[in-house]
């Protein structure tokens, strides 16, 4: 009972991983509807890990259901966007606060490897490659803050935000910017000014809520997600 019960849970994720996946490289549009029986047959599995996948997927925010008319991927407004980004910044400045308290060894070491890559990524100019390690530089520093609910509370908002940055088109000067944050946030891990830290991780993903508005229109129940992509960097 305990391997089917193992089997099914992994069966589950598995599912709820490539729709997500789906959701975010934009192969599921927003406001696309997700079948079902099509699912079903697609994946060669039962209704219930795909129900069960469903409602994971909408207790996270990235699909919505509709009485009588089925489950679709979430249209998002520009409120949504920036509350999510609001909450993630509050989060993700907490995590990094308490990674700094902690004083991991090696900490300092493993971040600056990281960013000397990402330094020959900037003068390569591969956003894509960019965007992988910039995501694990600040993974690396959110893990050593050794609160597994925080760390989780926090994946939900990192990935409802990456719907905005998944294929960056990196501006001018953006990933060199980063890099320079980056050395901000090693000193302070170096200095163990969790204030510091905290204050730099909040202040740069505020900042990117600016950009948000390029990917909004006025239309006449407030803002509604357009179909361009966002010029962000996290």
């Known amino acids: 009972m305990k391997k089917r019960t193992f089997e099914h849970k992994s069966l589950v994720e598995s599912i709820v ?13 927003p406001g696309e509807w997700i079948r079902e029986q099509s ?5 060669g599995v039962s209704r219930s890990p795909v129900r069960e996948s469903l ?32 909450i993630r910044a509050n989060l993700e400045s907490l995590a990094t606060f308490l990674a700094v308290k902690k004083r991991k060894p ?4 493993e971040l600056k490897a ?3 890559r990402l330094t020959k990524v900037c003068t390569d100019g591969n956003g894509k490659e960019y965007y992988r390690l910039n995501t694990r530089f600040h993974q690396t520093l959110v893990g050593a ?9 926090l994946g939900i908002f990192n990935k409802q935000t990456a719907r905005y940055r998944k294929e960056v088109l990196y501006q001018p000067g953006r990933m060199e910017e980063s890099v320079k944050r980056h050395e901000l946030l090693i000193k302070s891990v170096e200095d163990g000014n969790a204030k510091m ?12 809520i600016e950009h948000l508005q390029h990917m909004f229109k006025d239309e006449e129940e407030g803002f509604e997600d ?6 962000i960097m996290p």
């Not at 991983?17 to 549009?29: D, F, G, H």
């Not at 830290?197 to 990117?208: F, P, Q, T, W």
Request: glycine share 4%; net charge positive.
């Open 17 to 29: 991983e490539r729709i997500e996946e789906q959701i975010l490289n934009a192969t599921l549009q």
């Open 55 to 86: 409602i994971i997927l909408e207790n996270q925010g990235f699909l919505v259901k509709e009485a009588r008319k089925g489950v679709r991927v979430t249209k998002t407004t520009y409120k949504e966007a920036v509350d999510a980004y609001t």
């Open 114 to 116: 990281l960013n000397q």
């Open 39 to 43: 699912l079903c047959e697609e994946l």
């Open 197 to 208: 830290a905290e204050r730099i991780r909040k202040e740069a993903i505020l900042a990117n």
């Open 226 to 231: 357009q179909s361009r992509r966002m010029h």
């Open 145 to 153: 803050c050794d609160n597994e609910r925080l760390i989780r509370m």
């Open 106 to 109: 090696g900490l300092a070491a």
